[in-house]
């Protein structure tokens, strides 16, 4: 390989939030600070984020929170139910600050982002990670690890190292002596390489690949036999050949789902509705901030998976006009619902998946809807956004998804969305000294 393929002279850095939503609830909170704190997924079903403290006492992630009520108890975890919208602006807020540092940012995920540093060199770098991750914590509150390597791979493993030893401070370099990269590299266990999973894990143990190390010197033939191209780029980037580049611009999505356990089972057509256009209303928002229209709705429902007599079915429909338009969607996605829904079960989830997107500003005609104008439908939806978006979500709404919605998703213990409602801002309670305590501190 050597000769073909040149060491890559990038250095991409990855920051990674640290137990991003338990820091979001101690911005807010600074009791919580020191205190063993885990945030539930949906429906306050599992422990879905820990603190470093809740870690300790043995909290693992995914862990149902019935199993762990005693634990709860006896050691006083704080628990909170998910609150994306809070979570979605800090996010926001991370996610720009790291602009100011580096033209070239891919956003991956709520709490991770990769930047391109390449114009940095030693000392110089590990100066500039220190500031980006003191900028940071300074106008968020948010604590951040960050690993610089030549590759997106690397960064990540450099990233780990960053995060589980705390002589780093939070930034980590990848080594350029080969006996330390040896060290780190055979640290790593092959199921803890980013990209690797379980099944892919399991076939390398049989071919004695264990860790990192072993990995990177593995032959790339062998590698190719079974991981294919994949697995070819994956062990150039551990040889800190790049593979990977930064992906500036997000790719359009192929499918958009919205889905949610209830609260308590649903048992009436008339309930499962209401949950249904909720959903489709709330899918059709992101189609309209996606630019993208639809051409197929899926609806699906299930009971429990846990208790008998399960049921669970699907229906796909086709759109005559591919469209991100609230009523026509919900029409649809109610014709398919009656079409699946039997009495005398206890539903348990629903959802619906906007499937075969295309680009809103790529219209296919159909002769049969000669008559329909989408022009006044459109301009209703502007209207609609932009009053929810300014006023407050759900301002205006269709009568169809229901006004108390008891069926909702469970989220018994959410904390206020303190940087995104005017109604739920922290408030912070202070007065000035009276005269008399002026005194006091004048002559003390």
Known sequence: MKGIFKPSSKQIALIDCN?????????FNPKLEGKPVIVLSNNDGCAVARSQEAKDLGIAMGVPVFKIKSKIAKHGIEVFSSNYVLYGDMSARVMSILSHFSPEVEIYS??????????????????YAIAIRSTVMMWTGIPISIGIAPTKTLAKIANRVAKKNLQHQGVFLYPQSEAERKVILSAIAVEDIWGIGRQYSK??????????????NAPEWLIQSKMGIVGVRLHRELNCIFCLNLELQPKPKKA??????????????????EAIATHTTRAAEKLRQQQQNATKI???????????????????????????????????ALRGLEAIYKDGYEYKKAGVIMQR????????????????????????????????ATIGKNTVSFAVSGIKKPWATKRDSVSPRYTTCWTELPIVKASLPSYLEKLKLLYS
């Open 19 to 27: 137990n991003f939503y338990v820091s979001c609830e101690r911005v």
């Open 203 to 216: 076939w390398l143990r049989s071919e004695i690949i264990n860790n990192a190390l072993e990995l990177r």
């Open 256 to 273: 958009t789902c919205v889905s949610r356990s209830f609260r308590r089972p649903v048992t009436t057509l008339a309930e499962m509705k």
């Open 110 to 127: 709520i709490d991770e982002a990769f930047i391109d540093l390449s114009w940095l060199e030693g000392d110089e770098m590990k100066k």
């Open 357 to 388: 997107l295309q680009p809103e500003n790529i219209q296919q005609g159909n002769v049969f809807l000669q008559v329909y104008d989408p022009q006044k439908q459109e301009i209703l939806m502007e209207t609609i956004d932009r009053l929810n």
């Open 298 to 332: 899926t609806v699906f429902i299930h009971t429990s998976r846990f208790k008998e007599n399960y049921y669970s079915n699907s229906v796909t429909l086709p759109l005559p006009l591919a469209s991100n338009r609230t009523p026509e969607l919900i029409y649809v």
